[in-house]
């Protein structure tokens, strides 16, 4: 006859480890994506808990099943994952930002297209200054430390003891305003070429009366538009790679 036996602090801790990887893999760049199936996010967290649950077994703690410890645990691993995942997504969100405020000073405000992360509406250039932030991310293996540091957070910040502090609070308002220094940043050269374009349009116009404005203005600030993005994409991988560093480091401080 064959019995069963089941242990009831390593399915405590399984189920742990599900918890904060669902939180935090749900909210993390192309992962939140509305294009992949629930089935195959499901499958993953899965897959990484099993193949985590060996190593990290041991220095883990079992969390309480009771119904009000679940709730406290709960609510704590949404506030982790929350400020993990945000803290990412400022980066990419700051990209798809500064390509809002180039599609608009360009006039290509009105062209709009499905957002691949968020399932909305977006201008055209938004979306790819958002794929191309999300090629850096990628290609400077930002997702390897991501996945490092979740590991490291179970020994270290354990399931169910993360609270969010006064200085924790200040730090994360604080990168939330980077996002708009930052698509500033990359916006900038663009948008202040187009803004003395439009000045010059104006002149054109108030000198010329005969020149019909409305028609020309828009090829030529569409293409100046897309000659200026061009050419500035090239300090962009440095702009991003030097604020994933950043983030990188509060996220390390952060779990450490």
Known sequence: ??????????????????????????????FNAGQIPNNIKVCTILALAFMLFPFIKHDMQPIALDSGSIVFIIVGELIFGIVLSTSMLLVISAFAFAGELISFEMGLGFAQVADPQTGGDSTLLSVFAQLFALMIFFSLNVHHFILKLIVE?????????????????????????????????????????????????????KFAPQVNILTTSFPLTIGIGFVLMSLTMIIWKDMAAHFFVDLLHFLGNLVR
């Open 1 to 30: 006859m064959v019995t069963l036996n089941i242990n009831i602090t390593e399915v405590a801790i399984c189920l742990a480890i599900i918890l904060r990887l669902s939180v935090i893999l749900f909210m993390l760049p192309i």
């Open 153 to 205: 957070s179970f020994k270290t910040v354990p399931v169910g003891t993360f609270t969010l502090d006064t200085v924790l609070f200040t730090k994360i308002i604080f990168l939330m305003g980077q996002l708009f220094v930052l698509a500033l940043k990359l916006a900038a050269p663009v948008i202040s070429v187009l803004i003395l374009t439009q000045l010059s349009m104006g002149l054109m116009s």
